[in-house]
């Protein structure tokens, strides 16, 4: 497991965060340039080396908690790196996410995340199957519905 100063080494080698000190010694980094109103990617970062980063938009398998943020405690220093990155591009991508998922009967669903509502919509052709507050969540209806996601999407 990294430690405190091992984390903020790696976290202040990113320059487009900001640091914010908090209570009790913890720490924030903000991206001031995202195109959402979510500008914090690490949150509450402890000198326990406890924290978190923002993964709600980040198109990976991560255990994210209802803030959208995954637990770096155990993360190794290339986890931490990949994941500060994966979340900045999250917060700076303006353009469209869209996902092809197809079931065993060769049916498509698309997944479609809605910048202007921060909503993961799930579409059959044109019409609207569901609407969700996470990738996660739609991804776990498609995955219950039995639906896959395309290969060339996974790549």
């Known amino acids: 497991m990294l430690t405190f ?3 903020l080494t790696i976290i202040e080698s990113f320059p487009e ?9 913890r720490i924030n980094f903000h991206f001031e ?16 080396g406890n924290g978190f980063v923002y993964a709600e938009q980040i198109n990976d398998n991560y255990t994210i908690d209802s803030k959208g943020m995954v637990n770096i ?6 986890e ?6 994966e979340s900045i591009t999250s917060l700076r991508e303006s353009n469209p996410f869209e996902e092809t998922w197809v079931n065993a009967e060769n049916e498509t669903l ?10 993961w919509n799930i ?19 498609l995955h219950q519905e039995g639906f896959q996601r395309l290969q060339e999407d996974i790549e």
């Open 73 to 78: 405690r155990n993360f190794t220093e290339r």
């Open 5 to 7: 100063e091992e984390k």
């Open 33 to 48: 340039e995202s195109v959402f109103d979510k500008k914090i990617v690490v949150y509450r970062l402890h000198p326990n």
């Open 123 to 141: 579409y059959a052709g044109d019409m609207l199957d569901g609407s969700y507050a996470t990738y996660n969540a739609a991804t776990d209806y």
């Open 80 to 85: 931490l790196r990949k994941v500060i990155k």
């Open 17 to 25: 965060l900001q640091r914010n000190d908090i209570s009790l010694g």
């Open 110 to 119: 698309k997944i479609v995340h809605d910048l202007d509502f921060n909503a």
